[in-house]
Antibody, heavy 122, light 107 residues
Framework: QVQLQESGPGLVKPSQTLSLTCTVS??????????WSWIRQPAGKGLEWIGR???????NYNPSLNSRVTISLDTSKKQFSLKLSSVTAADTAVYYC??????????????WGRGTLVTVSS | EIVMTQSPATLSVSPGERATLSCRAS??????LAWYQQKPGQAPRLLIY???TRATGIPARFSGSGSGTQFTLTISSLQSEDFAVYYC?????????FGQGTKVEIK
């Protein structure tokens, strides 16, 4: 059973860069027809898709965050990472990593990490 | 960006009763719609994809319908473990978007 686990600092200062890593417990992160994604959720609010990276390394980012977001793969460590620059208090949220998988033309987030709370505060 | 709008924001239902949740897309997403359930402190769990296909292990009391811009999630007879927040999500465009959620609470 593949599992995802987020890791990274729980506190980031304003204007700095938020960095999180998601470790995939088994299988290859660079093969298969999957998107490796980041999604966040401010306290008491809904889900916001941040972006994704395909197994080939191609990326898509939410335009609302585009200029601040970078998602990358480290296949040797079975990890993918999120960097969000110039953070403000509005970036405080639980951050989830998730796998998006296909089935007969449909795509869905079938695996999720448990989520990690990142607080932006001085 | 396709905006997903869910209604109502909160639904109060008694155990054993039927719950009907709605999701509207700002433009057609065909049947490229999924539903997720989220309980406090947990990650979302996939319930439905393709607007009406139940994910593996999801009980038959959960059903989805709709296409284009209007979708419905129905829980036929609410169990105690079904009280949670439900999100719809479209995957018709590469920019994935979620609804704001419907909280199903005990009446």
């Amino acid at each position: 059973q593949v599992q995802l686990q987020e890791s990274g600092p729980g506190l980031v200062k304003p204007s700095q860069t938020l960095s999180l890593t998601c470790t995939v417990s088994s299988g290859s992160i660079s093969s298969g027809n999957y998107y490796w994604s980041w999604i966040r959720q401010p306290a008491g609010k809904g889900l916001e898709w941040i972006g994704r990276i395909y197994t080939s390394g191609s990326t898509n980012y939410n335009p609302s965050l585009n200029s601040r977001v970078t998602i990358s793969l480290d296949t040797s460590k079975k990890q993918f990472s999120l960097k969000l620059s110039s953070v403000t208090a509005a970036d405080t949220a639980v951050y989830y990593c998730a796998r998006e998988a296909p089935s007969t033309g449909n795509w869905y987030f079938d695996l999720w990490g448990r989520g990690t709370l990142v607080t932006v505060s001085s | 960006e396709i905006v997903m709008t869910q209604s109502p924001a909160t639904l109060s239902v008694s155990p054993g009763e039927r719950a009907t949740l709605s999701c509207r897309a700002s433009q057609s997403v065909s049947s490229d719609l999924a539903w997720y359930q989220q309980k406090p402190g947990q990650a979302p769990r996939l319930l439905i994809y393709g607007a009406s296909t139940r994910a593996t292990g999801i009980p038959a009391r959960f059903s989805g319908s709709g296409s284009g811009t209007q979708f419905t999630l129905t829980i036929s007879s609410l169990q105690s473990e079904d009280f949670a927040v439900y999100y719809c999500q479209q995957y018709n465009t590469w920019l994935r978007t979620f609804g704001q959620g419907t909280k199903v609470e005990i009446k």
